[in-house]
């Protein structure tokens, strides 16, 4: 059996187009998300497209006890992961903190820290056995810069970029690669969720620019996981040509 590579949040977005980017490199893929029925669209899709074998793992990453049930059911084939990449992560609300819904806090909170921190768990151990391995952990520009009505996103991203570092510290010596990609502005559902479907004011975040694909960003990933095997690319930060930071965009006006 060839490599095989675990992606966290795989139902669409960039945890989707990683998975077609690894697969058409002939990876094996375990892929998790709590749409089941897409996860199986997916399997099928990849399996007919690039011969190669797909695990789908249906279940919620915010709970440690599905983690670690999910994890442990894997197949003997799949046991050996040599990339971890950690996608999965949201953005719920926008309003000052004082408004802030406790529910949105606890979502963003369980999935982003606590569930990328429940299957790194769960993963290292027999990376380290083998000493061999790479995490690629999925930050963002809100993980260096905070602005007003993403505050507890942006603290749960900025846990991304110290576990990222800490982690790099401590498998150091295990010779496990550690790679936290930060993109700016990608145009994916990450919008919808976080404005609860509203799809007019999700289009309005990239109006007159044109944002990051969730493929440009999967490229970038494969660029960091193709590096020989004595290079390490600790951090990644991408933007659209149109966005310098996350207060400075140049938008074009659209008639």
């Known amino acids: 059996m060839g490599k095989t590579a675990l992606i966290t949040g795989a139902t669409s977005g960039i945890g989707e187009a990683t998975a077609v980017k690894l697969a ?40 440690r006890y599905q983690c670690d049930a999910a994890l442990d059911s894997l197949p003997e084939d799949f046991r050996q992961i040599d990339i971890l990449i950690n996608n999965a ?32 768990r769960k993963v290292t151990p027999q990376m380290i056995e083998r000493q061999s391995g790479h995490i690629v952990n999925l930050g963002s520009i809100a993980g260096s810069q905070v602005y007003e009505n993403g505050a507890v996103y942006c603290a749960s991203k900025h846990a991304v970029h110290a576990l990222s570092q800490g982690m790099r510290i401590d498998l150091l010596r295990h010779g496990i690669k550690v790679t936290e990609i930060r993109p700016g502005m990608v145009e994916t559902e990450f919008s919808l969720v976080r404005f609860d ?26 660029w960091a996981l193709s590096q020989p095997a004595h290079v390490n690319v600790n951090e990644v930060v991408l933007m659209p040509v149109r966005q310098a930071d996350a207060f400075y965009t140049a938008r074009k006006e659209t008639k």
């Open 89 to 120: 992560g949201l953005a719920a609300g926008f309003e000052h903190l004082d408004e802030g819904d406790l529910l949105d806090w606890d979502r963003m909170i369980d999935t982003n820290i606590k569930g990328l921190l429940y299957i790194t």
């Open 24 to 63: 058409k490199h002939r990876y094996n893929l375990i892929l998790t998300g709590r749409r089941s029925e897409r996860l199986r669209q997916i399997k099928q899709d990849l399996e007919a497209a690039y011969d190669i074998d797909v695990q789908p793992l249906n279940f919620d990453i915010r709970d």
């Open 197 to 222: 479907g509203d799809s007019k004011r999700a289009a309005n975040v990239y109006k007159g620019v044109k944002p990051l694909t969730a493929d440009d960003v999967a490229r970038t990933i494969w």
